[in-house]
């Protein structure tokens, strides 16, 4: 009777790699749960890249769309698409498989790969912050200061230090801090020291959400001053300046909801790296990886409730208008239906 039950237990025992003795154990969904979770994570994944590519190919076809901000926009909306493109669909098979099948150096690459999109994802974050302070609080300076060129420099020192930053983790000791001895082989488990991840933490994360919540507190009282006095004058001059500012604060709020949005689905994620990994359960780690991940579809869909221009640039790629002569001319600011070329 003991070998039979020894035998039935074996038999429910799912191995990721069942010719090797070290593997780790797989956890065998339903068939129907595995084919739901499937469709629904591809089509996050799906909705993201191309949500995000109409951002890009946006900012990228029409000429008016070509500022400091909307390049800033447009390098963001790059970081979530490769988010959606590759972070996505393997971490999916990961979470549904419960296995690790693309070997150690690919671990790592994941590993890179979603350590240089954090940063250049809150790094692309302060440089928005920054963008719209000197919009709000030096209108004047700002076309001097803040050029697209300057903009587009900006932006490659990003991905450079980003990549440079993600790039020093393998040469660390403390990247690869536990032996992989120590795992079964099917697993992807990157263990930091506690000195890395305070100092990971503290680089990545908590000085650039400062100075981003700083900059923009900074940005929201001067629109409120700057509100009040051009409220008390009158004049034409005076309503054209208002509508310059107004313009001006509404695109400092809708990018500092997107701040925020980002805040709150990364910091639960950062609080939790400061605990050992073994102290947090694994669906919670779970659900707190793929919440920073559906934050890369969220962005879009924020550009689309606050942004007029993102409206009428989708009409105009998904009726394949772009493809008109001239179309990177037309003017989406005024007319939605407009086909006209921009005036010179």
């Not at 154990?25 to 996050?44: H, M």
């Not at 690459?109 to 719209?132: C, E, H, K, P």
């Not at 509404?250 to 990018?255: E, G, H, R, S, Y």
């Not at 002569?325 to 921009?342: C, E, G, K, M, R």
Request: aromatic share 14%; net charge positive.
């Amino acid at each position: 009777m003991d070998l039979v039950t020894t035998h039935t237990d074996n038999e429910s025992i799912h191995y990721c790699f069942p010719n090797n003795n070290l593997s780790c154990t797989r956890n065998v969904k339903p068939g129907a749960e595995y084919i739901f979770v499937y469709i629904f994570i591809s089509t996050i994944s799906v909705f993201t890249v191309f949500l995000n590519l109409l951002v890009i190919i946006s900012i990228a076809h029409f000429k008016q769309l070509h500022t400091p901000t909307n390049v800033l926009i447009f390098s963001l909306a790059v970081a979530d698409l490769i988010v959606g493109l590759i972070l996505m669909p393997v971490q999916a098979i990961r979470l549904i498989e419960t296995c690790w099948y693309f070997g150690d150096t690919f671990c790592g690459l994941f590993m890179l790969i979603m350590g240089v999109l954090l940063t250049a994802s809150i790094s692309n974050l302060v440089l928005i912050a920054i963008d719209r302070y000197m919009a709000v609080c030096h209108p004047l300076l700002y076309p001097q200061k803040i050029t697209t060129t300057k903009t587009l420099i900006s932006i490659c020192l990003c991905w450079f230090w980003s990549s440079s930053y993600s790039v020093a983790y393998p040469v660390s000791n403390a990247y690869f801090n536990a032996s992989h001895t120590t795992l079964c082989y099917g697993q992807c488990i990157v263990m930091f020291s506690p000195a890395w991840r305070f100092t990971d933490l503290t680089i990545s994360f908590l000085y650039p959400c400062t100075v981003i919540i700083t900059v923009y507190l900074r940005i929201f009282y001067v629109a409120q001053q700057q509100m009040k006095v051009i409220n008390a004058m009158k004049g034409e001059k005076c309503v054209m300046v208002s509508v310059r500012r107004k313009s001006e604060n509404k695109a400092a709020l809708t990018l500092g909801i997107i701040v925020t949005v980002y805040l709150f689905c990364w910091i639960p994620y950062y609080i939790c790296t400061l605990t050992e990994t073994t102290a947090i359960p694994s669906n919670s780690m779970t659900f707190l990886t793929w919440t920073f991940y559906i934050n890369s579809s969220v962005n879009p869909l924020i550009y689309a409730l606050f942004y007029r221009w993102f409206k009428v640039s989708i009409k105009h790629i998904l009726t394949l208008r772009i493809f008109q002569p001239a179309s990177s001319l037309v003017d989406i600011f005024t007319d939605y239906n407009s086909h006209a070329p921009l005036k010179k």
